[in-house]
């Protein structure tokens, strides 16, 4: 790996209680060429014991500190993750792939949630409601909720952490967090920064190895108030359902199927530029990608024509290498699956415009592909490719592109072009998606609730709306005697 400025920052253990333990023998590679960059602990059951009862003593003396000094001490944390952005994103480009300056962008974007709820601790308040009786008053307090799981996936190995973990520590919670064993190093350095920065011992926990061994203590542990999960909709599911037994809060941002609609009257050019942004961001690979682009009849061979130039012109390689803005896929199951969908979709009639294949530099690079002739009845539309492949759909009516846009039991994403100003509401209306882009193909920020409908979760992340997650109403009803 390149050298860090700062290289106590590459921690390879498990931060339980204020303590870095565990034997380091899980490898931890780099997609980009398989090097082995570090060994991370493969820690189980007994240890996410641990870590719960760390956290659950941490909770009363944290929960009870004012929010302006919960907030201070997130401050810090927002000020050290920026002073050491640059070896955060070489920490976060190798062990994960995407190129450095997207790295970078993300470590800024991580940041965001962190400094944001640094302030916004101090604005969680109560009510005071009209009461029912003259002699009564009612009290109505929002309390953190208690300990908080966190598992998180690879595909943003630092912000998919801060959003959780910023808001959480925020509130007056105390938090474990399971970080996906593809990308453990970056989520081990932001605690280390979190240590620096002055968080009690068991505020925050950091444990990584066996997902379903640990995952069933998260989900089990009578202390653990809320798990806050980002990954797939299979895991999502699961992890629900362990959670039944104990009656704990759920709050989940699963996996999308996200539309891109071009309709006649779009700026193409403006349509082309965010499509490459939504699609081929992180190589395809986060949950608001675009996943079917759904151009109109009379625009659609100019726009197809647009984007195959733009497409061809993305550059691939290691993410540290120079121009470069396509990294490798995670691993070779995700090669497997965009190969998959490619080949679905052939089999069934789609044409390949553009790559289609792994490239030349190997590991598990794959080039960036567009397909056009595509229709419903094959796995593009159907399934989250998470990959640099986009499919492109022809369609006539709005009624026909909405309605195929919402054929999907997912709906986190969906964004459209039009510059017309009626359609630009009705068809918003009419998308049942907890998101939507409208001439923009990115919207996240710390400032908006991200968060999904139907099968794609039932949380919100972000903005004032994201720290209310991690506490409970406490109503008090007061007699005046
Ligand atoms: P992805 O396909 O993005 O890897 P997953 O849903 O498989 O998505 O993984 C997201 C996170 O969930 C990772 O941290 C992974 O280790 C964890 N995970 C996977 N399966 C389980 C499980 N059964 N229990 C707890 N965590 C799990």
Same mark, same amino acid.
């Given at each position: 790996?390149?050298?860090?400025?700062?290289?106590?920052?590459?921690?390879?253990?498990? @931060?339980?209680?204020?303590?870095?333990?565990?034997?380091? =023998?899980?490898?931890?590679?780099?997609?980009?060429?398989?090097?082995?960059?570090?060994?991370?602990?493969?820690?189980?059951?007994?240890?996410? =014991?641990?870590?719960?009862?760390?956290?659950?003593?941490?909770?009363?003396?944290?929960?009870?500190?004012?929010?302006?000094?919960?907030?201070?001490?997130?401050?810090?944390?927002? %000020?050290?993750?920026?002073?050491?952005?640059?070896?955060?994103?070489?920490?976060?480009?190798? %062990?994960?792939?995407?190129?450095?300056?997207?790295?970078?962008?993300?470590?800024?974007?991580?940041?965001?949630?962190?400094?944001?709820?640094?302030?916004?601790?101090?604005?969680?308040?109560? %009510?005071?409601?009209?009461?029912?009786?003259?002699?009564?008053?009612?009290?109505?307090?929002?309390?953190?909720?208690?300990?908080?799981?966190?598992? =998180?996936?690879?595909?943003?190995?630092?912000?998919?952490?801060?959003?959780?973990?910023?808001?959480?520590?925020?509130?007056?919670?105390?938090?474990?967090?399971?970080?996906?064993?593809?990308?453990?190093?970056?989520?081990?350095?932001?605690?280390?920064?979190?240590?620096?920065?002055?968080?009690?011992?068991? =505020?925050?926990?950091?444990?990584?190895?066996?997902?379903?061994?640990?995952?069933?203590?998260?989900? #089990?542990?009578?202390?653990?108030?809320?798990?806050?999960?980002?990954?797939?909709?299979?895991?999502?599911?699961?992890?629900?359902?362990?959670?039944?037994? &104990?009656?704990?809060?759920?709050?989940?941002?699963?996996?999308?199927?996200?539309?891109?609609?071009?309709?006649?009257?779009?700026?193409?050019?403006?349509?082309?530029?965010?499509?490459?942004? #939504?699609?081929?961001?992180?190589?395809?690979?986060?949950?608001?990608?675009?996943?079917?682009?759904?151009?109109?009849?009379?625009?659609?061979?100019?726009?197809?024509?647009?984007?195959?130039?733009?497409?061809?012109?993305?550059?691939?390689?290691?993410?540290?290498?120079?121009?470069?803005?396509?990294?490798?896929?995670?691993?070779? %199951?995700?090669?497997?699956?965009?190969?998959?969908?490619?080949?679905?979709?052939?089999?069934?009639?789609?044409?390949?415009?553009?790559?289609?294949?792994?490239?030349? @530099?190997?590991?598990?690079?794959?080039?960036?592909?567009?397909?056009?002739?595509?229709?419903?009845?094959?796995?593009?539309?159907?399934?989250?490719?998470?990959?640099?492949?986009?499919?492109?759909?022809?369609? &006539?009516?709005?009624?026909?592109?909405?309605?195929?846009?919402?054929?999907?039991?997912?709906?986190?994403?969906?964004?459209?072009?039009?510059?017309?100003? #009626?359609?630009?509401?009705?068809?918003?209306?009419?998308?049942?998606?907890?998101?939507?882009?409208?001439? &923009?193909?990115?919207?996240?920020?710390?400032?908006?609730?991200?968060?999904?409908?139907?099968?794609?979760?039932?949380?919100?992340?972000?903005?004032?709306?994201?720290?209310?997650?991690?506490?409970?109403?406490?109503?008090?009803?007061?007699?005046?005697?």
């Amino acid at each position: 790996m390149r050298t860090l400025t700062d290289p106590t920052l590459l921690r390879t253990q498990s @931060l339980i209680n204020g303590q870095f333990i565990g034997e380091a =023998t899980t490898a931890v590679l780099n997609p980009a060429n398989g090097e082995l960059i570090a060994k991370v602990p493969h820690h189980g059951a007994a240890e996410a =014991t641990e870590a719960v009862a760390a956290a659950q003593a941490a909770f009363h003396p944290w929960a009870a500190r004012t929010a302006k000094d919960r907030g201070a001490t997130l401050r810090k944390w927002f %000020e050290l993750i920026i002073a050491n952005r640059d070896d955060l994103a070489t920490i976060l480009t190798s %062990e994960q792939g995407k190129p450095f300056a997207e790295a970078l962008g993300e470590i800024d974007y991580a940041a965001s949630y962190v400094e944001f709820y640094a302030e916004e601790a101090k604005r969680i308040a109560g %009510e005071l409601l009209p009461a029912h009786r003259a002699d009564a008053r009612i009290m109505v307090l929002r309390q953190p909720i208690g300990v908080v799981a966190a598992i =998180t996936p690879w595909n943003f190995p630092a912000a998919m952490i801060t959003r959780k973990v910023g808001p959480a520590l925020a509130a007056g919670c105390t938090v474990v967090l399971k970080p996906a064993p593809e990308t453990p190093l970056t989520a081990f350095a932001l605690a280390e920064l979190a240590q620096r920065a002055g968080f009690p011992a068991g =505020t925050l926990n950091v444990i990584t190895g066996d997902a379903i061994a640990i995952g069933g203590v998260l989900t #089990s542990h009578p202390k653990v108030r809320l798990v806050s999960f980002t990954g797939s909709t299979n895991v999502g599911r699961i992890l629900m359902g362990q959670a039944a037994g &104990t009656v704990k809060k759920v709050a989940l941002e699963l996996g999308g199927n996200a539309p891109f609609i071009v309709f006649e009257d779009a700026d193409l050019d403006a349509a082309v530029d965010g499509a490459i942004l #939504s699609k081929f961001r992180n190589m395809g690979q986060t949950c608001v990608c675009t996943n079917r682009i759904y151009v109109q009849d009379k625009v659609h061979d100019a726009f197809v024509a647009k984007l195959i130039e733009r497409v061809r012109a993305l550059q691939v390689g290691d993410g540290f290498a120079d121009g470069v803005v396509q990294g490798p896929l995670i691993t070779e %199951e995700a090669v497997a699956k965009v190969q998959s969908h490619v080949a679905d979709a052939l089999a069934k009639g789609a044409r390949v415009e553009l790559g289609g294949k792994r490239h030349g @530099l190997g590991q598990t690079f794959f080039e960036p592909t567009v397909l056009t002739g595509v229709n419903a009845t094959m796995l593009v539309a159907n399934e989250e490719t998470f990959g640099p492949l986009a499919p492109v759909f022809r369609f &006539t009516e709005e009624d026909e592109v909405i309605a195929a846009a919402n054929d999907t039991e997912t709906g986190l994403a969906a964004y459209f072009y039009t510059q017309n100003v #009626s359609r630009m509401f009705s068809v918003m209306e009419r998308l049942e998606y907890g998101m939507v882009g409208v001439n &923009t193909g990115v919207i996240s920020t710390e400032l908006a609730p991200f968060g999904g409908v139907k099968q794609s979760g039932n949380s919100r992340e972000g903005s004032h709306h994201g720290i209310l997650e991690f506490t409970e109403l406490k109503y008090t009803c007061v007699g005046l005697i």
